[in-house]
T-cell receptor, first 112, second 114 residues
Framework: KNQVEQSPQSLIILEGKNCTLQ??????????LRWYKQDTGRGPVSLTI?????NTKSNGRYTATLDADTKQSSLHITASQLSDSASYIC???????????FGKGTKLSVKP | DSGVTQTPKHLITATGQRVTLRCSPRSGDLSVYWYQQSLDQGLQFLIQ???????AKGNILERFSAQQFPDLHSELNLSSLELGDSALYFC?????????????FGSGTRLTVV
């Protein structure tokens, strides 16, 4: 069964600290993996999209990694800011019909 | 502003009623996707339209239907509403019919069924 699992479910960190969010998937065949940031009550906003051949992609203080062999991805946030408080969603495109499969997200809270 | 416009932003209605949610895609985008996000749940794909035609269906209930009009805006119709239909409904749009391209989400419609 094609699934995307994210951990941790929630995370609280202090402003200025770094953190890493995890995404494991069982989607096959794999096409691409995306990370989205979703502020409470708002639509998701794309952070990165990575294909099979890409290991790392950065977007400002956000760096995503992909290991297609182990089917794992991580999103590293550097020098966190209060505005980073949001849910971060991992989405994998793949499967026999090429659908998008969403993880349930990691809820990050950055405290002053 | 993402360029994808959803109306209304909030909707409160009673069980058994019918509502229509509207989505205007980003200028130039031909594909529209509808998603449901229940409390503390992930986004669930409902349905996709491309240039007026239905392209893909997800976990959409028979009580729900959608269409895309010639001006490319889309409407999601929810009927015989139940308490469990309370959720955020998001629309996303993209230029092409392929999910290999990125797409843009709207701000959503929060539906509350009482």
């Amino acid at each position: 069964k094609n699934q995307v699992e994210q951990s941790p479910q929630s995370l609280i960190i202090l402003e200025g600290k770094n953190c890493t969010l995890q995404c494991n998937y069982t989607v096959s065949p794999f096409s691409n993996l995306r990370w989205y940031k979703q502020d409470t009550g708002r639509g998701p906003v794309s952070l990165t999209i990575m294909t099979f051949s890409e290991n790392t992609k950065s977007n400002g203080r956000y760096t995503a990694t992909l290991d297609a062999d182990t089917k794992q991805s991580s999103l590293h946030i550097t020098a966190s800011q209060l505005s980073d408080s949001a849910s971060y969603i991992c989405v994998v495109r793949g499967g026999s019909q090429g659908n998008l499969i969403f993880g349930k997200g990691t809820k990050l809270s950055v405290k002053p | 502003d993402s360029g994808v416009t959803q109306t209304p932003k909030h909707l409160i209605t009673a069980t058994g009623q019918r509502v229509t949610l509207r989505c205007s895609p980003r200028s130039g985008d031909l594909s529209v996707y509808w998603y449901q996000q229940s409390l503390d749940q992930g986004l669930q794909f409902l349905i996709q339209y491309y240039n007026g035609e239905e392209r893909a269906k997800g976990n959409i209930l028979e009580r729900f239907s959608a269409q895309q009009f010639p001006d490319l805006h889309s409407e999601l119709n929810l009927s015989s509403l139940e308490l469990g239909d309370s959720a955020l409904y998001f629309c996303a749009s993209s230029f092409r019919d392929s999910l290999n391209y990125g797409y843009t989400f709207g701000s959503g419609t929060r539906l509350t069924v009482v």
